[in-house]
């Protein structure tokens, strides 16, 4: 390769990575538009069920562990396949791990199969450990609308009642991707809220039927079709 041609190369080389730092920068810039003084939300739980199932499971529930790169109060937006950058404008009010722990803690207790949710060490000595993590809690936003994706394990185990080891009965990981209309972080926030409710709607069937299958539900509680939900 000639010396001109090897110029040419690196030139492109450069313009290349340029413009897709503007770019970045660009969609940063964008996210920030919404004013200088960040805005705090909340992953919101469900209003509780008023009515409790005293015939239900007691279900432990640990904290909620959420990847790394989802961790922190700043909203997180995809940018790219492989690219996410903070939104300096948009924040939790509370680290999303301890905001998921409350939400899916308010889905699980108003279940109509279950009596309380508690900490593993409960006197109340749960017969179920439901442990999650959040493995994407990422949004996206465009001229005109943005996206909300959630993705989030579960996996519940077994306490024997007359002790022993806990045994898995139960793991899968659930993922919702919901469209919104507006571009603003408080869409890409309610699109999350939306998103949740859905993977709780379907973990909470998919819950029930691990515990029947289990023989920890009661017959009729087993039988009954209510979901999780508000």
Same mark, same amino acid.
């Given at each position: 390769m000639? +010396?001109?041609?090897?110029?040419?190369?690196?030139? %492109?080389?450069?313009?290349? !990575?340029? /413009?897709?730092?503007?770019?970045?920068?660009?969609?940063?810039?964008?996210?920030?538009?919404?004013?200088?003084?960040?805005?705090?939300?909340?992953?919101?739980?469900?209003?509780?069920?008023? *009515?409790?199932?005293?015939?239900?499971? !007691? *279900?432990?529930?640990?904290r909620?562990?959420v990847?790394?790169?989802?961790?922190? %109060?700043?909203?997180?937006?995809?940018?790219?396949?492989? %690219?996410? *950058?903070?939104?300096?404008?948009?924040?939790?009010?509370a680290?999303?791990?301890?905001?998921?722990?409350?939400?899916?803690?308010?889905?699980?207790?108003?279940?109509?199969?279950? =009596?309380?949710?508690?900490?593993?060490?409960?006197?109340?000595r749960?017969?179920?450990? !439901?442990?999650?993590?959040?493995?994407?809690?990422?949004?996206?936003?465009?001229?005109t609308?943005?996206?909300?994706?959630?993705?989030?394990?579960?996996?519940?185990?077994?306490?024997?009642?007359?002790?022993?080891?806990?045994? %898995?009965?139960? /793991?899968k990981?659930?993922?919702?991707?919901t469209?919104?209309?507006?571009?603003?972080?408080?869409?890409?926030?309610?699109g999350?809220?939306?998103? /949740? +409710?859905? *993977?709780?709607?379907?973990?909470?069937?998919? /819950?029930?039927?691990?515990?029947? =299958?289990?023989?920890?539900?009661l017959?009729? =509680?087993?039988?009954?079709?209510?979901?999780?939900?508000?």
């Amino acid at each position: 390769m000639t +010396a001109d041609s090897n110029r040419i190369a690196t030139t %492109e080389i450069l313009r290349a !990575v340029a /413009l897709q730092s503007a770019g970045v920068l660009l969609a940063t810039a964008c996210l920030a538009a919404g004013g200088s003084r960040p805005q705090s939300f909340t992953i919101e739980a469900p209003p509780p069920n008023p *009515v409790a199932n005293l015939d239900g499971v !007691v *279900v432990a529930m640990t904290r909620v562990e959420v990847a790394p790169e989802y961790a922190g %109060e700043a909203f997180v937006y995809q940018t790219g396949e492989h %690219e996410l *950058v903070r939104d300096p404008s948009a924040r939790f009010a509370a680290m999303p791990d301890l905001l998921l722990f409350a939400a899916i803690r308010g889905y699980l207790a108003n279940t109509d199969f279950i =009596a309380d949710v508690v900490s593993p060490e409960s006197d109340l000595r749960p017969k179920v450990v !439901v442990e999650a993590a959040a493995l994407r809690l990422s949004g996206a936003v465009g001229s005109t609308g943005s996206s909300s994706t959630l993705t989030l394990r579960f996996r519940v185990l077994h306490k024997p009642t007359e002790g022993g080891p806990a045994t %898995e009965i139960f /793991l899968k990981a659930y993922t919702s991707t919901t469209r919104n209309r507006g571009a603003t972080a408080r869409a890409v926030l309610d699109g999350w809220n939306r998103a /949740l +409710a859905e *993977v709780m709607s379907e973990f909470g069937s998919d /819950l029930r039927n691990s515990l029947a =299958a289990a023989q920890v539900l009661l017959p009729h =509680a087993a039988s009954t079709r209510r979901q999780t939900g508000n």
